[in-house]
């Protein structure tokens, strides 16, 4: 029998709390060279503890570690397959970062006076041309930070052009299979929200949408692809609808990996939209870091966008604040500028043939892991899919397995899990997009493991049902792990 199991190999790593031993010190500092103060005389007695309870008392080398093994337990693009439906976890290519990290853009200042800013002037202006380009706009604003603070500008515009032509008006209509933002946003920007049901391909319906577009419609929020990865054939005429009463089109274009050089949304109607440079233009993301919710407008909504704006003056660039009809800024200063450097190194390092490959292999990718598991697995709607696929978990649910099960089973297999229970129309989701950066031998192991855990569903349920078992922790109750966190660490009597 094992008496001693080595640590570093298990990894089986404990609590910085557990490794505690009185009187470790992470550092030393020199000796005082100033006059000591009381620090209860500066910040007042009630500001400073004698004591901090279980306070972790660890060397500076064993922080390093603990936090070092830890990091090698998370799942990551760079180590496998992420199909997370939705979100496009595409590999980010290296050569991004190295732009990024060039000295002069990584450590611009935003109060750099506009003779020294030029550079970044620049960056900023050629990434608004490549944006207007790829989406038919007129005009790209990158200041929002987010895909969902790009739809809050974007309605925020909708509304001051209404105003201007004298009625804000009242609602926004929304199809039911929108993501959760697209509603939200809507009532934040202080309209109610009306939703416009799918007809059974997984598309709007354009009979229920013709009856809700009424005068007091302000616009339209529509996903294309939308969430169940399926184009909107009828765009055109859904847009046509919209605006024969005066009223607005937001598409979210969260999804534009299925459209980028292929089909541009300013030719089909739209009036305003959102990128998500971290989904389509690969930032990294997913670890809550910085992303960027570019938005772009048809030439009536330019005069509202936020500013400053960029101007020519002379041979120089230079900030206009001179905008009377300006929603004003959505975001301190001119936006996450890394994530634009990155997303500019993205698109000039493909080029517009480049752009438009990375589409069509983004679309061969999601067909064909959909051709291979429609054997196994029910597919929510027959109409052909874009970027991304989505299942329902039917034919497992008569065998008491659900799609949450499914994907903790995968994990087993050493994937991420796709995107559990979204979009909402479609009971069960298994929602997959493999992106464009993934090879044919990744997505046939993915398959794989699909297929495999299909079969033990059939013929084991159970082992699927409390899955996982080879993790470290077995399965959590992810309601509790939400309501009741436990965020502070007790010393076991
Ligand atoms: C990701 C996503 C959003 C929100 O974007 P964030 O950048 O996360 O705010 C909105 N709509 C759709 C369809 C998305 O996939």
């Known amino acids: 029998m094992i008496k001693k199991v080595s640590k570093h190999i298990v990894q089986n790593e404990p609590l910085l ?229 005066g009223a607005l089109v937001y598409m979210d274009g969260a999804n534009m990996n299925a459209l980028v050089g292929v089909a541009r949304p300013g030719n089909f109607g739209v009036d305003v939209m959102h990128l998500n440079l971290h989904k389509t233009f690969s930032t990294p993301h997913g670890g809550g870091g910085p992303g960027a919710g570019a938005v772009a407008v048809a030439e009536v909504l330019k005069p509202f966008l936020p500013g400053p704006r960029l101007k020519r003056a002379g041979d120089k660039w230079a900030w206009n604040y001179d905008l009377p009809d300006s929603i004003g800024r959505v975001r301190a200063f001119y936006g996450n500028f890394g994530v634009l450097v990155r997303a500019l190194a993205y698109v000039m390092a493909h080029g517009g043939n480049g752009l438009r490959q990375a589409t069509l292999d983004a679309l061969l990718n999601a067909n064909y892991l959909r051709a291979l598991l429609e054997p196994y697995y029910e597919i929510a709607y027959k109409a052909p899919s874009m970027h991304e696929c989505v299942f329902s978990d039917d034919r497992q649910a008569k065998k008491g397995v659900r799609t949450g099960d499914i994907a903790k089973r995968l994990i087993d297999y050493g994937f991420h899990p796709y995107t559990v229970s979204f979009p909402l129309i479609v009971r069960g989701a298994l929602m997959i997009e493999p992106t464009e950066t993934e090879s044919k031998q990744e997505l046939d192991l993915f398959a794989d493991a699909m297929i495999s855990i299909a079969q033990e569903v059939d013929q084991n349920p159970e082992l699927v049902k409390t899955a996982p078992h080879m993790t470290r922790t077995p399965r959590v109750d992810e309601v509790r792990a939400a309501r009741q966190p436990v965020v502070r660490w007790k010393r076991p009597q």
């Open 17 to 245: 709390f557990e490794q505690s031993s009185p009187g470790k010190w992470g550092y030393q500092l020199p000796p005082l060279d100033v006059p000591p103060v009381d620090a209860a005389s500066v910040l007042g007695k009630e500001n400073v503890r004698a004591e901090i309870e279980d306070f972790p008392e660890v060397s500076e080398f064993e922080a390093l570690r603990h936090f070092t093994r830890l990091s090698t337990w998370n799942y990551a693009i760079d180590l496998g397959l992420y199909p997370l439906g939705s979100c496009t976890m595409k590999y980010n290519p290296r050569v991004n970062e190295l732009v990024a990290r060039t000295e002069g853009l990584a450590w611009a200042h935003p109060y750099q006076p506009e003779a020294l800013a030029q550079g970044c002037m620049e960056v900023i202006a050629a990434l608004e041309r490549a944006l207007e380009e790829i989406t038919g706009m007129a005009a790209v604003t990158l200041q929002p930070a987010a895909g969902a603070h790009g739809e809050f500008t974007g309605i925020l515009m909708m509304r001051a052009l209404l105003e201007k032509r004298g009625n804000a008006r009242k609602k926004i209509l929304v199809p039911d299979s929108a993501h959760g933002t697209n509603p939200a946003t809507a009532t934040m920007v202080g309209y109610s929200v009306e939703n416009i049901k799918s007809n059974s391909r997984g598309m709007v319906d354009l009979e229920a949408l013709e009856r809700a577009v009424t005068e007091d419609v302000a616009g339209l929020m529509i996903t294309n692809p939308n969430t169940v990865g399926v184009f909107e054939e009828n765009i055109r005429k859904i847009c046509g609808l919209l605006h024969d009463k």
